[in-house]
């Protein structure tokens, strides 16, 4: 229940409404941008036709100023005689034909207007050639002729109707210019409108999310103290759990080491044991007058000492069940050394860090020490000194390997007659899988290796 409590407490947080809110304010306000930015476009399109407009209508206007300014230029030249006043009349015989191309090309779109135009430049035309028949009669002296033209009233009735058409082909734009200004104000109003639009829902987009987060902030924290609230109680049951277990192995330190304490208190006895049932042997080779006896005596108190020595001096590795071999032949040899049967004798001891089982630390005790008493009995005869070399490891394929090397004058185990040692070690090295080799050592004397193919070994540090 608890767990399941946890778990509702630590759901993730919805924030499907967030992300769906801001996609949706998102696409409402790109529609909005989208529609403003059309109508600003629309709307610097029709400040354009606008612009345009109001060029055609300054473009007729100008027409209609040129004729203007070349009738006054008629009238004061007929009046004076002064050529000053021809300037704006040739001015405009050479403007006016262009001026009103000028304006056709800014209504190509527009038919009537076209027709409007053609309209002025024919009477334009005839205007200026009734202004030119003037002026050349005055040029010839001939004012009277002159004043007569003007008199017949053909030039007012041409330049009324240039007025008339001018006035109606710019009422055409006037009209094309109000509807301009109408449409630019109503997209201008849209465009505000849009703004206004997109305004509104940005800052509604802005609180909705503002709100949304604000909820998802406070599950966010909510979670944050019920996660700081199973850190809290997560951390007191490792605590908890580390004290028990820590108690645990102290009383299993504690064990182990009672059972150390028993098993060596065990071998110490079966020692000692060993070491009075050699004393006994000793106290019955004294007595005894046979040689052959005391030999078979002394050969089973060695024998016995060997084992005493072993079950004395064995060291426990922390698996309670495996000794190091290297110390427990230290000892042996220290041991053997002690007796007082190896006189003039230096032993030397090259053993690796390895260990056995127990029994079978025990069985390679026992036949590390008949190799030694073979090479004492056969390898010094008379007495003579020498050294004997103990050497245990394990070679490249970590197979243990034991040999006892002196350098004395050399003998054999593998004869026709051997004797009870001889058997006794090979009879041990087949039990463990060992296989003996003889060899002369460098130098003279004898090397016996062992080497056990099937006996384990670990190797401490």
């Avoid at 002064?82 to 001015?91: D, E, M, V």
């Avoid at 334009?124 to 009277?144: H, I, N, P, Y």
């Avoid at 630019?184 to 465009?191: Q, T």
């Avoid at 078979?296 to 922390?318: E, M, N, P, T």
């Amino acid at each position: 229940m608890a767990q399941d409590d946890a778990n509702h407490t630590l759901a993730k947080p919805n924030t499907r409404p967030v992300v769906w809110g801001v996609v949706a304010g998102f696409v409402i306000c790109a529609t909005l941008i989208a529609a403003v930015l059309t109508q600003s476009a629309r709307s610097r399109d029709l400040e354009a036709q606008i612009l345009h407009t109001l060029t055609v209508k300054r473009q007729a206007q100008e027409v209609l100023s040129i004729l203007q300014d070349a009738e006054t230029g008629q009238r004061g030249f007929l009046l004076t005689g002064s050529r000053a006043y021809l300037a704006p009349y040739s001015r405009a015989r050479e403007t006016f034909e262009p001026a009103v191309a000028a304006l056709s090309d800014s209504v190509t779109d527009k038919p009537a207007q076209q027709a409007l135009l053609r309209d002025i430049l024919a009477e334009g035309q005839l205007k200026l050639a009734e202004l030119q028949a003037t002026v050349s009669l005055m040029m010839d002296g001939d004012r009277d002729a002159a004043l007569d033209i003007v008199a017949t009233d053909e030039g007012l009735r041409l330049m009324s109707g240039l007025r008339e058409n001018i006035a109606r082909f710019i009422a055409v734009e006037d009209m094309a210019l109000a509807d301009r200004i109408a449409a630019s104000r109503a997209a201008e109003g849209r465009m505000t409108r849009g703004l206004v639009g997109a305004l509104f829902a940005i800052i509604a987009l802005s609180v909705f999310t503002f709100l949304l987060t604000r909820r998802n902030l406070a599950a966010v924290e909510t979670q944050r103290r019920a996660l700081a609230d199973l850190n809290a109680d997560l951390d007191a049951r490792v605590r908890a759990r580390t004290s028990e277990l820590g108690t645990a192995l102290a009383e299993a330190e504690h064990e182990r080491d009672r059972v150390e304490l028993l098993i060596r208190e065990v071998d110490h006895r079966v020692g000692n044991s060993l070491s009075m049932i050699s004393s006994l042997l000793g106290m019955e080779r004294r007595t005894t007058t046979s040689p052959e006896a005391a030999r078979i005596i002394d050969a089973a108190r060695g024998r016995i000492r060997a084992l005493g020595a072993a079950q004395r001096h064995f060291k426990l590795v922390d698996n309670l069940t495996h000794v190091r071999v290297d110390e427990a032949l230290r000892n042996l040899v220290d041991d053997i050394d002690a007796s007082g049967q190896a006189k003039d004798i230096t032993f030397d001891v090259q053993a690796q860090p390895l260990s056995l089982e127990g029994r079978d630390a025990v069985t390679m005790a026992v036949i590390t020490n008949e190799l030694i008493t073979n090479a004492l009995k056969h390898a010094f005869g008379d007495g003579a000194g020498g050294r004997i070399t103990v050497e245990f490891t394990a070679n490249a394929d970590e197979m243990p390997v034991l040999s006892v090397t002196d350098d004395g004058s050399g003998w054999q185990i593998d004869g026709t007659e051997q004797g009870m040692g001889s058997k006794v070690i090979a009879m041990l090295a087949s039990h463990l899988g060992g296989e003996t080799s003889v060899t002369q050592a460098s130098g003279g004397g004898t090397r016996v290796a062992i080497t056990f193919y099937t006996l384990a070994v670990s190797h401490e540090t």
